[in-house]
């Protein structure tokens, strides 16, 4: 055998023999493909396949070390990817190389092997072959004071129409002339005046930042600038946007008209636009519509511009009412839910102007021109953006093979741009075998420019296999981090989102996480854990600002906290169970919007240590602020406002009552009143005049006393906050120089921009603190307990809130024109944010996915749910629309956690606030009380409490694993009852062809061929029955009402109590009210069951409802039981509706004051028992359960 053969031989060996890798693992690490492209999903090993995908390559014969490239995007995960590969070398050598002979040589040379983040290798290139690039042997990359420089310069010449600086400013071959000739250059002024030098140059920077890193350049948007037919791309886009929803729209109407009666009631205007619609656009004609004809596209611009656009006719008609009832909303409600697909459709059929064309070409010459200009700027000092390292080193590494490596290993490779993968596909040699890892899932980094169509290109390309000739694509699914109950949440939850697949560019479908196949694991991370997923989603109120609101849901937040702490968590080391630390939780955030509420609760009110990592208050801190003056009074002698700032901080040693008296008309100097004061000022400014604000700077902070005014617990984020400004200080100094004054102006421009500098976080692995993040900064992090906030945040920005949106595709999008150009204003500005709202949703989609993926063994989501009418109604977009359904719990008005006081060496006396006592028990009610709460409460008031104060998702709402049920079965037979009429012959047509009008949330049960099946049985079953011809009889006299809801208020002590719910079935026989509630729950019916009780409560309520809505009038109110086609007993309160409707008011001040104990009688049959942590066997007293749902659960 060959070496490559015999090593090869005995890795194989080793691996199989102590099972190291998984079989998909394994395929990858030994794959012989030109490309492998590796799908590696949240927590499946990625960088562990990686390491061995290194060693594998340094067994091919003829490969030395330095022959093996890795890539990847941080230092951190280069660092552990080289740490890693040289472990696992040490461990393998004496199993490959017995003898010592084989590996000698690669054991030597191992230092050599390339491991870096893609900015580092490039920029090694540029050193190493500085000589043949025009930034020379000291090029460096660009600080942000040289930036600013540039950035003010060109402001200042746009400003004065100073374009002979540009001219001096281009290259040689590229002046003033290239950009501007005497017709492009007419209305240079007019858009200077209209959006302003300032908005101009911030444009056209941000737009040359978004090109580069497509491999484009000025001149390449110079050329686009000049391009007549700039929109057919443009056009192609959009009916890739727009036609997977318009075949959907086609199909949904298609079950509509044909519908409707072939004769519609009725001569108003709407009728007729529905008969033109029909006679257009024959159901038989929608129903074959797809994506490669022009109907669907053509059909959804005539429904949306012609029947739906002018809905004048439509509340009043019969015709209109029965469409409504077809859809399932009202005709608005439907034409506002694809508000996005009409704006698309709009575009579509009015191409931009003449004036749109004029002023795209303007701005893309202007932003070329000031592009160019900012190139040559960095080629004349030798300076280097990120991009420019990409871009030489790309152009050197293709020249004359210059770097010809035989492996390239890249990780997250979903996070690419296409610059970096011309310098990836430029670095290898002929026959070099590249190895790709990353997830198109985890691609959350657009603001980056990374593009994920790469991989999804790839992708495309690839086959299952890795046999040579191609790309191999292989997806590691097994995830080795996650308990199986969260694994089956995310998988449930993406698995809708992304059923057409992961983005509108990537119609890949979702690929499930796998729990490794080991059942003992399995059990033993499900045994005793916490809920796997628990919600605190609370209602919005009525005029609740969104600060406020944050402010509730962070409350609550921090009581779970405390709750949680000491639960069980998955020691992965010990192989068992251990107590939880603050340390084993993370927050996780969208924004940095949500650090305040967080900051100003957890610690304040429940003493819980958290850390906020990368927020961006950086210059809203009294330690930056207070650091800034003192820059100001050292660089500034004579700036007294200056001097008096510097000496009311920490940092001169007064109090601020020293200082205050210094203020006064007849105050002695500082040198008098306070020599040494007055001294250390001196000695610092003599410091800064002689060897630079830096060294002055060093000196203040050498004696850290001042940190003394500080409490214990922000001395060390704010010692390092002012050594992140020493860094602005130094990045400032190695740019210009010693130039104090220069300085302190910079210090000031800073500090003007919001967010412009993040905070540091002086955090080691081991402090025991709740770690606050955004998601972005979590990714390739996992914690025990995550919290994910603000599930009700939609994606915003749409693109930027400028005038001016840089766009990729269109190049600019402007929402306003030059005044004196007398036009109306151009479309492209709400064209451009369209594209980009698009692309923004999909990543915000992804953004959801990393976060709920942190999650090893709980997963607690957080918001506020904002409301419509009365009901949840969360934003379209944000994650909480994700859910199937947003678990929204019962609010409690005025409810108030306990304070918990800081740790007595960090409190202040003179900072508490006055005690404010509790409020009284007796007056305390939830504010809104539906009939499955109130049912729950009166059933078990533990298990109300698990699911409206915890959110805890209760097992018997789940599917049955032996027979068809489950409330995704039930709503689909509740859906399904709102439509149908009642007999069995018409039920086919309801159940079978009506799909495509089911909302998303039904559409995987209906697809479950055995549930329909049942439901299909059930139905037919109860239609045939006495109670089914009723029911058909009803209806077919008009009196039914289905799904009616009810909104009531019922007084009692304090504020009234909202009653909410809906009737499934409702009419009106005389004197009497009839009420029908369906159930599918399978069990005996004669009163044995457990959910009987359950549903009597449930009923009661509904009846009291209908008492104050029909006073005097009878009731008959009944459950129709599904399974089995029957019609239950009637139900009636034991004395009357009024000690029913007391019994609600108390209830609803028993949900706020409670200490929820368990219904010990009902454990032995509850549904709930196997999982219920109050289950009289294992259950703890009162006493410890406490009494404000602070136990584990």
Partial sequence: MTREQTLLTRLRGHIRERSILLPAQEEAVFSEAPVTLVGAGAGTGKTHTLSWRFIRALLREGVRPRDILALTFTDKAANEMRGRIEGLFRELRPVLDPDGRLLADTAAELHDARISTIHSFALNIVRERALLLPSGLGARPVSAPEAELFELRAKKALDSLDLDWFDRSLPADGGKDLFFDGEAGAGLADAVNEYGPGELVSFSLALADMLESRGESPRTLLDRAKDPDWYEDVESRLMKICLPACVEVAHEWAGVLSGLPSALEGKGAFNERVDELRRAWPPERLDLANEDSGDPLAFAGALFTGLLGDLRGATNSKTGGMIQELLGRSLKEYREDHSSLRAGLGFLAAPPSACDHRLRSLLLRVAAMVWEAWREYRVRRGLLSYDDMIRLAGEVAAVGGAFPFREILVDEYQDTNPLQERLIESAAAEGCRLFLVGDPKQSIYRFRHADPTIFGERAKDSSRDSTPGGTAYIPLQTNFRTRPAILDYVNRLFRRVWEDGIASTLPSRYEDLLFPDDPDAGRAREEDALPPVTAIILPRREKEGVAEARRRVTLALGEKLLELRGGPVWDAGERRMRPARWRDMTILVPTRTSFEALEETLHPVFGIPAAFERGKRFFTRGETGDLVAAIRAIALPDDRAATMGYLASPFSGLSVEQALRLLGPD?????????????????????????????????????????????????????????????????????????????????????????????????????????????????????????????????????????????????????????????????????????????????????????????????????????????????????????????????????????????????????????????????????????????????????????????????????????????????????????????????????????????????????????????????????????????????????????????????????????????????????????????????????????????REQLLFYGYAASLAFPGAGHDIRLIHLREGTEGAPIDPARSWEEVGTLIRETAGRCATEPYPAAAERCPVCFHRRDCPFRADRRSSPDQLGATGSSSS
């Fill in 667 to 1095: 105050a002695p100097p500082l040198r008098e009143a306070h020599p040494a004061a007055a001294a250390r000022l001196e000695e610092l400014r003599t410091a800064a005049r002689y060897s630079g604000m830096m060294s002055a700077l060093v000196l203040l902070l050498k004696d850290q006393s001042f940190l003394a005014s500080y409490p214990a617990w922000r001395r060390r984020s704010a010692l390092a906050n002012l050594w992140k400004g020493l860094d602005l200080v130094r990045e400032h100094e190695r740019s210009f120089g010693f130039d104090p004054s220069g300085c302190a102006d910079y210090a000031a421009r800073v500090a003007g921009r919001k967010d412009a500098v993040v905070e540091s976080t002086p955090l080691g692995e081991e402090e025991d603190v709740v770690r606050v993040l955004t998601v972005h900064s979590a990714k390739g992090l996992e914690f025990p307990i995550t919290v994910v906030m603000d599930l009700d945040n939609a994606p915003g920005g749409g693109g930027g809130r400028g005038r001016l949106v840089p766009s990729p595709l269109i190049g600019v999008g402007a929402s306003s024109c030059p005044e004196a150009w007398g036009e109306e204003d151009p479309r492209t500005g709400r064209l451009a944010r369209f594209l980009e709202a698009t692309e923004e949703l999909e990543e915000w989609e992804r953004l959801f996915y990393v976060a709920v993926t942190r999650a090893r063994d709980c997963l607690v989501l957080c918001s506020v749910c904002s409301e419509k009418e009365g009901a949840p109604r969360p934003k379209p977009g944000s994650w909480l629309s994700m859910l199937d359904s947003p678990p929204v719990r019962e609010d409690v008005e005025d409810e108030e956690p306990v304070k918990r006081p800081a740790p007595r060496e960090e409190a202040s006396a003179s900072r508490r606030g006055p005690l404010v006592p509790p409020p009284k028990v007796g007056e305390m009610h939830v504010e809104r009380m539906s009939a499955s709460s109130y049912s729950l409460f009166r059933y078990c008031p533990a298990a109300w409490r698990m699911k409206y104060r915890q959110g805890v998702e209760m097992t018997w709402e789940l599917p049955a694993a032996d027979e068809p049920g489950g409330a995704d079965l039930g709503s689909l037979a509740h859906w399904v009852l709102s439509r149908w009429d009642f007999r069995p012959a018409s039920l086919a047509p309801v159940l079978d062809e009506m799909h495509p009008l089911m909302p998303q949330g039904l559409r995987a049960a209906w697809r479950e061929e055995d549930g329909r099946s049942a439901l299909k049985e059930w139905l037919t079953r109860f239609a045939c029955g006495p109670a089914g011809r009723i029911m058909a009889a009803v209806h077919e006299r008009g009196a039914l009402r289905r799904e009616v809801p009810f909104r009531v208020s019922v007084a009692g002590a304090g504020k009234a109590v909202r009653l909410v719910g809906a009737v499934d079935a409702l009419w009106v026989e005389g004197d009497t009210v009839h009420i029908r509630d369906y159930k599918i729950t399978a069990g005996e019916l004669d009163g044995s069951a457990p959910w009987e009780a359950l549903y």
